[in-house]
C-alpha cells in the first residue's frame, strides 16, 4: 500500500510550487483532483505543456467557475471529504472567492490547507509577484553563488525555490499536519512561502553569520570555494566536480594525481592558488570520464558534471529506476522522469493526462452530486 493511500488532495494550481506538492503527494499515493477555471469566453485555459509536472500521471481534473456561486458550492462539496487543499493564488484571493480556510474548514474542520506563495501571506512583500529567480535572490543563494567575470550572479540551472524551497517545503509541512489531523482531528492553515523555504535552505551560512558576524560570499567559506579541494575543474573535455572535504579523501586525491606534496596544505590559505593551480594542470591531462573511472570509486569524492542529455543515460540513475516510460494520447510515447523520492512506488508505465479532457463527472459523482446536478451545471457553464 502506497503512503497516502486514502488521502485526497484539491489542488487549484496549474504551475509553480504548489503544482510540485500535488505531483509528490500524488507520487506518494495521495488521491489528487486538479482543479481549475472553466475556460472564459470561449478562450483556452493556459495550462503547462503535456510533459511538465510529470504529465499529471495518476491525477484526476475538474474545471470550476469560482466566480458562481454554484461553483463555490461545487467546491465546498468536494472539500468537505478532502484532506488537504492547495492553492497558490495571492494573499486574500481565495477567502474573497468564497474557498478559502474558513470556508474550508467549515465543511471540513480536518482539513489540512496549504497556500502557497512567493513571500508568504503577511510581510511589507506579500502582494508582489515574483518567480523562482527573485527567491532565490532575495534569500542570499545567488549572493553566495560563483560569478561570472563582471561580478554578476548566475541565472541558476535548476528551479531550487519552486522545487526545495516552495513544494518540497510544501510537502513537509503537509505531511506534518496530517499526522496532526489524524491523530487529534485538529486541522491547520499552512502559510508556505518560497522565500522562507530558500532561508531554511540557507541556515548554513546565515546562521554563522548571525553567530559570529563573518559576512559569507563566494570563495570566502569551505562551501564555496575558498580552498582547493572544493570546487569545479576542467578536463581535457569537460567539467569534473571535486568535494574532497575530509583529510582522507583529500590524501586519497593528492596520492591518485600525482601531488603528495600538498596533502598536508588542505587548509592553508597561502597555499592555496599553488594547489588550484597544479590540480587544474593535472586534470586538464584526462578526458573527463577516464578521471571519472580512476578517481570516482577511489574514495576522493570526485564526480562528473553530466548535460542533461548524458543524465537521461547515466547508468546510476538507470540502475534505481529513476526513468519511466509514459505514453500520452496526443503525443504518443515518451519517457519521463519517475517517481524517484523514497518510499514512491516506481511503475513500468504510466499515462499522462490530456488536459483537454476533464474527469468531472466521475469527481462530482464520487462526491455524491447526482447525474441531472452535473448536467444542469455543465449546461450553466459553471463545470466543465
Request: hydrophobic letters at 45%; a negative charge; aromatic letters at 8%.
Amino acid at each position: 500500500m502506497a503512503f497516502l493511500d486514502g488521502i485526497t488532495v484539491l489542488d487549484l494550481a496549474s504551475v509553480g510550487p504548489a503544482a510540485r506538492t500535488s505531483r509528490w503527494l500524488s507520487d506518494f499515493g495521495a488521491s489528487v483532483v486538479k482543479v481549475g477555471p472553466v475556460p472564459a469566453h470561449g478562450g483556452v485555459q493556459l495550462t503547462p505543456p503535456f510533459h511538465a509536472y510529470s504529465g499529471h500521471r495518476g491525477m484526476e481534473r475538474v474545471l470550476l467557475d469560482l466566480k458562481a456561486p454554484a461553483g463555490v458550492e461545487t467546491f465546498l462539496r468536494l472539500a468537505s471529504a478532502a484532506d488537504v487543499v492547495i492553492e497558490s493564488f495571492r494573499p486574500g484571493v481565495a477567502d474573497r472567492l468564497g474557498v478559502g480556510f474558513d470556508a474550508v474548514r467549515s465543511v471540513r474542520p480536518s482539513v489540512v490547507y496549504c497556500s502557497t506563495t512567493g513571500y508568504g501571506q503577511h510581510g511589507p512583500r506579500a502582494q508582489w509577484a515574483g518567480h523562482d529567480l527573485n527567491y532565490q535572490g532575495v534569500s542570499g543563494y545567488l549572493d553566495l553563488t560563483g560569478r561570472d567575470g563582471s561580478g554578476q550572479p548566475p541565472v541558476p540551472g535548476a528551479t531550487l525555490a519552486d522545487g526545495a524551497g516552495g513544494g518540497l517545503h510544501a510537502v513537509a509541512s503537509i505531511l506534518a499536519a496530517l499526522i496532526r489531523a489524524r491523530t487529534g482531528g485538529e486541522g491547520a492553515y499552512l502559510d508556505v512561502a518560497a522565500a522562507d523555504g530558500m532561508l531554511a535552505l540557507m541556515a548554513l551560512p546565515v546562521d554563522e553569520f548571525l553567530a559570529e558576524g563573518t559576512e559569507p560570499g563566494p570563495g570566502r567559506s569551505l562551501l564555496t570555494g575558498r580552498y582547493a579541494c572544493y570546487g569545479v575543474y576542467r578536463a581535457a573535455d569537460g567539467w569534473l566536480t571535486v568535494a574532497a572535504i575530509e583529510p582522507r579523501f583529500w590524501t586519497n586525491l593528492c596520492s591518485m594525481v600525482g601531488l603528495e606534496h600538498w596533502a598536508t596544505h588542505q587548509f592553508d590559505d597561502a597555499a592555496q592558488d599553488g594547489i588550484r593551480g597544479e590540480l587544474a594542470a593535472v586534470l586538464m591531462t584526462r578526458t573527463r570520464d577516464e578521471w571519472v573511472s580512476l578517481l570516482g570509486p577511489a574514495d576522493t569524492c570526485v564526480a562528473p558534471v553530466l548535460s542533461v542529455p548524458e543524465v537521461t543515460t547515466d547508468a546510476q540513475y538507470r540502475a534505481r529506476g529513476c526513468f519511466v516510460a509514459a505514453s500520452h494520447p496526443a503525443h504518443g510515447a515518451f519517457t519521463q522522469v519517475a517517481p524517484v523520492l523514497a518510499g514512491m512506488d516506481r511503475p513500468a508505465h504510466v499515462q499522462a493526462k490530456d488536459s483537454s479532457i476533464t474527469d468531472t463527472q466521475v469527481v462530482l459523482g464520487r462526491a455524491g452530486i447526482d447525474r441531472d446536478t452535473i448536467d444542469s451545471l455543465i449546461a450553466a457553464g459553471v463545470v466543465a
